[in-house]
């Protein structure tokens, strides 16, 4: 955060029918979103954009703010709304992209997209890795249409394994193998047209979700 004075005050109160969040500009109106409400957090920043940020970073006191950032398409995955999996992909200032692949009407207030697995017997809630994967489908779809060359994340698994079609396939659903053949295949092309997929720290991804 700037050593300048605050101008700025981002607040994040969680809540039953979900969490209210945003960014005031000053601290009385801060205060009345936050007093006595508990688990309520809040922080100062001198710039909107910080505060924006520390908001989209899931609003941990923990987090520091992230250095600067290659140029490139960034993707993420998590649980923490208590509706399942969504997917965030963003650009490297955390500017949703997801609407560049799917439709908006997909898409939920945050630009987020929350994942639901449809097989052959039954629909059912995806886990988080599978949610990975499919956020790095979209990443390079995006990165397809618009000339990009970087994709980022910061799971491991998927980037070094499963979207290279290396994976214990006995031991995975059938809707996971599939998307990872698909995943695998974009990503070669990708890949041989000049791109490249890489990891990031979770603590530096702009479309970190800010829970797993």
């Not at 990443?139 to 249409?145: D, F, P, Q, S």
């Not at 995975?172 to 890489?198: H, K, N, Q, W």
């Amino acid at each position: 955060m700037s050593g300048k004075k605050n101008q700025y005050y981002a607040y994040f109160v969680p809540g039953g029918m979900g969490p209210v969040s945003g960014v005031a500009d000053n601290w009385k109106t801060c205060e009345k979103f936050v007093s006595g409400k508990t688990a309520a957090r809040y922080r100062g920043f001198a710039t909107k954009h910080e505060a924006e940020e520390w908001l989209g970073q899931g609003a941990r006191y923990e987090v520091k703010l992230r250095p600067k950032l290659q140029p490139g398409i960034y993707f993420d995955a998590g649980t923490g709304r208590g509706e399942g999996v969504e997917i965030s992909v963003t650009d490297e200032h955390g500017k949703n992209l997801l609407h560049r692949a799917i439709p908006k009407t997909k898409l939920n207030r945050f630009g987020k997209h929350a994942v639901r697995v449809t097989s052959m017997h039954s629909a059912h809630d995806a886990t988080n890795n599978y949610g990975e994967l499919l956020a790095l489908h979209y990443a390079i779809e995006i990165a397809r249409k618009t000339g990009i060359k970087k994709i980022f994340g910061d799971s491991k698994l998927v980037i070094e394994y499963w979207s290279q079609w290396k994976m214990k396939r006995k031991e995975l659903p059938e809707e996971t193998i599939v998307l990872a053949e698909e995943v695998s295949a974009a990503r070669e092309r990708f890949e041989a047209a000049g791109g490249e997929v890489a990891r990031i720290s979770g603590d530096h991804n702009p479309a970190d979700l800010g829970f797993h």
